[in-house]
C-alpha cells in the first residue's frame, strides 16, 4: 500500500508504480485519476495498462515500461511549498 491506495507493482528505485487495469477500471476513470495524482504527488511515475494490453500485445508494455524507467523522476515538492530551498 501507497497510502490509501494498492498498486498492482510498485519500485521505489525508480519511483515506479504499474497498474494493470482490468474491465473493472473501465467504470472508474475518476478514481484511478485522483490515486494517479496523489501517487505522482509522492514522487512515482505511474503507468497503466489494461489487461488486454497485457495479454495482446506485451512487447509494447514492455517497451514503455523500459522507456518509463529511463526517464528522469517525478520531483517532489519540498514540504514547505515551492518556493523553500
Same mark, same amino acid.
Given at each position: 500500500m501507497i497510502g490509501p491506495y494498492?498498486?498492482?507493482f510498485c519500485s521505489?528505485?525508480?519511483m515506479l508504480v504499474i497498474e494493470i487495469d482490468g474491465d473493472t477500471h473501465s467504470e472508474r476513470h475518476s478514481y484511478?485519476?485522483? =490515486? +494517479?495524482?496523489y501517487? @505522482?504527488?509522492?514522487?512515482y511515475?505511474?503507468?497503466?495498462?489494461t489487461n488486454q494490453d497485457v495479454m495482446r500485445n506485451?512487447?509494447?508494455v514492455l517497451e514503455a515500461?523500459?522507456?518509463?524507467v529511463q526517464q528522469p523522476?517525478? =520531483? +517532489?515538492?519540498?514540504? @514547505?511549498?515551492?518556493?523553500?530551498?
Open positions: 494498492i498498486a498492482d521505489r528505485t525508480p484511478d485519476a485522483v =490515486s +494517479t495524482q501517487l @505522482e504527488h509522492k514522487g511515475k505511474v503507468v497503466r495498462f506485451l512487447d509494447d515500461l523500459r522507456h518509463a523522476p517525478l =520531483s +517532489t515538492l519540498s514540504p @514547505e511549498g515551492e518556493r523553500a530551498l
